[in-house]
């Protein structure tokens, strides 16, 4: 969890970070940190990392300048349903193979949101990618998924909690390297968000996503899977 916040923290700012996360955790099972030998969190749990958005606004703007064709093409796309509400299309995969520009986009639609004062989350499937994305975590910690994730699984990411409010709030959600996560991750997120935002009959809640990455590179892991069984991992339900 330190991971999730080491980059743009110091190490013991990033860990008393990551203490709130698992104290928010074990309340939710009637526990503490302190109750298990770990040391309390100290200070106020934040909801969501500040960014100024001036600042943001004005690296939004030098990033769209730059964007080619395709990239300015799904950047308008994934506004045009931020700001319109009822644009029924509102789920963004983002295809293309290594190099060819895909987290540049994210980062423009990152500073873009955030430079207008609302709320971006960014997500990833492993730490290492959550870490180069601006404010990122990883969805396991994020969406507060299980591991592993099996085909009974659900959300931990109670609908009362923070994490939840921060997540009714955002206006775009963002989850990178996408192909590493199982089919049974992808649907209890998509079973949180109809829930955090009481939004059952639209996908995700009705929430304006972005997953991608290159299903040319890594699948999920299978240990020991057969190909029929890593590609049944990939498949939606």
Known sequence: ??????????????????????????????????????????????LEEGFNPIIEAQIAQERIAILNQNQREAFNRIVRAIDNPEDPER????????????KFLYATLLSFVRGRSQIALPFATTGIAATLLKGGR???????LDVPL??????????????????????????????MLSK??????????REV????????GGKVIVIGEDFRQT????????RAQILECCKSE
Do not use: W
């Not at 409010?165 to 990178?176: A, E, H, M």
């Not at 935002?197 to 995700?204: L, Q, V, Y």
């Open 150 to 179: 099996i085909d009974t699984s659900v959300s931990r990411l109670r609908p009362s909690s923070k994490d939840a409010d921060v997540l009714r709030q955002s206006s775009l959600i963002l989850i990178d390297e996408i192909t």
């Open 91 to 102: 789920a963004f995969y983002i295809d293309g193979p290594g190099g060819s520009g895909k």
């Open 184 to 193: 049974h991750g992808l649907r209890c997120i998509d079973r949180l968000l």
């Open 1 to 46: 969890m330190t991971l999730d916040y080491s980059r743009n923290h110091q190490h013991d700012a990033a860990l008393n970070m990551a203490f709130h996360d698992i104290e928010e955790i074990l309340q939710q099972h009637g526990s503490s940190c302190e109750k298990i030998g770990l040391p309390p969190p100290s200070g106020v749990a934040p």
């Open 219 to 226: 699948l999920p892991v299978v240990p020991r899977g057969t």
């Open 138 to 144: 990883t969805a396991h910690s994020g969406f507060k």
């Open 197 to 204: 935002t009481n939004c059952k009959e639209k996908p995700f």
